[in-house]
């Protein structure tokens, strides 16, 4: 359910470590992100940071990183540990949401084409489209939450 203020607890162990990318987003009732997570290509963990993203960990592939999120989105504030070490405490949300109705697990970047402003009418194909990238798996365990408020 929706939630203003929440713990959010996952455990998550990847293939690989240099190679695709996972975006993890707590998103509002429109869809809009108020925190990402992402464990990127090079084996790091980032967070977005306004327009930045910060660097909290590093991951190797085979392990199990389990995770606790407690979020409040009043204050705009989140932190995070994981295996029971703090790595982020009392991060803003990188954009204000009203409340946090779902969470979001999406390989790849955001996708943002077709918008608003594309061409009705196009005689091209999308760059690369089909063209093969390599392998990345992550697995996902145990997701919970909890809704405080």
Known sequence: ?????MNMEFSL???QNNTGMLDIEFQDAKGTAGI??????TGSVLTKAGAR????????????????????????VYSISVNGKDVLKAALLFVPVEAISRIVFRTGQVRRYPDIESMPDQDFDVPNAGDPVNKAAFFIYNLNTQKIR
């Open 1 to 5: 359910p929706a939630a203003k203020k």
């Open 13 to 15: 162990t990847t293939a």
């Open 36 to 41: 990402r997570i992402t464990f990127d290509s």
């Open 53 to 76: 993203y910060k660097n909290i960990m590093k991951y190797k592939a085979g392990e199990q990183y389990n995770f606790k999120i407690q979020l409040d989105a009043d204050s705009r």
